[in-house]
């Protein structure tokens, strides 16, 4: 499939010359017909990136959400995975959201990490914890976290890294190709079809199907981000709505009007309950098992 020149440009206006080799992945699609990297395994150097990043001395906020159940049974492991392998030699901050700050584990980190608890308050469904995230994050970044951190990732608790996520990942904004998804037809994919919300996609529109487990950028850009799918989510509201994957749904038509910069494979993001996939070299997440009487009421 796709090698594309235009991976080369974008590589340039990341500032990261010399990272990239598209063409290390023939059998696999590298590149967006609107010339954004898809990085797979072997198409980047990760030496590089990281030499890079440290040049430009970045912070790298890691958020994520721990409420309910979700704290016991996932945040720990999280935490300590990505302490092994999340942007290791850059500065990181986490930021841990959170209905019970006492109870977020003590995990031991690296120089130059740290980690910090918000408070949120305990929405009463699951879907609602979701969705609440868009409008929590959107004030986080337009406070400290915006403030301390250049580029910031936002992820799902119930998963762990397994490999190395580095600064490969970085760009101006990152959306990750979603595991079940990354081989069907556009108009096969569970977008919301609903014209009544804010998240509608029509069957001819659509680029790829992203999972909101994952997804990044700049400050400036997930700010934008965060703000359109908060403004939909509560306009969805207002008419009753409730998108069929809840703030993934609005995140979908958010890519689909701002094309992200980088896209990430889905090896960056990977259920192991698929199975093998010839493609599928390296997974750098793993989702835990879904199990949903436990976590969920
Ligand atoms: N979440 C949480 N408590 C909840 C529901 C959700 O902390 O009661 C957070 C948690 O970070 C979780 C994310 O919201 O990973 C998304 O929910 P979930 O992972 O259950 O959704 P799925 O991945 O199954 O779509
Ligand atoms: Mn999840």
Known sequence: MGVCPSAIMSLLRDNFTGVLHPWARPEVLTCTSWGAPIIWDGTFNPDIAQQVAGQQNL??????????????????????????????????????????????????????????VERVVQERRWQDVSMARMRTLHAALGGRLGREAHFVFCMDVDQHFSNAFGPETLADSVAQLHAWHYRWPRWFLPYERDVRSAAALSRSEGDFYYHAAVFGGSVAALRRLTAHCTRGLQRDRALGLEARWHDESHLNK????????????????????????????????????KEYALVRD
Do not use: D, N
């Open 59 to 116: 912070t790298i906020g890691l958020t994520v959400f721990a409420v309910g159940r979700y704290l016991e049974k996932y945040l720990a492991r999280f935490l300590e995975s990505a302490e092994q392998h999340f942007m290791v030699g850059q500065h990181v901050v986490y930021y841990v959201f959170t209905e019970r700050p006492a109870a977020v584990p003590q995990v031991a980190l690296g120089r130059g990490r740290r980690l910090r």
């Open 254 to 289: 958010f890519f689909w009007l701002h094309k992200p910069a980088k896209v990430l494979s889905p090896e960056f993001c990977w259920s192991p309950e698929i199975g093998w996939r010839p493609e599928v070299h390296r997974p750098r997440l793993l989702w835990a098992p």
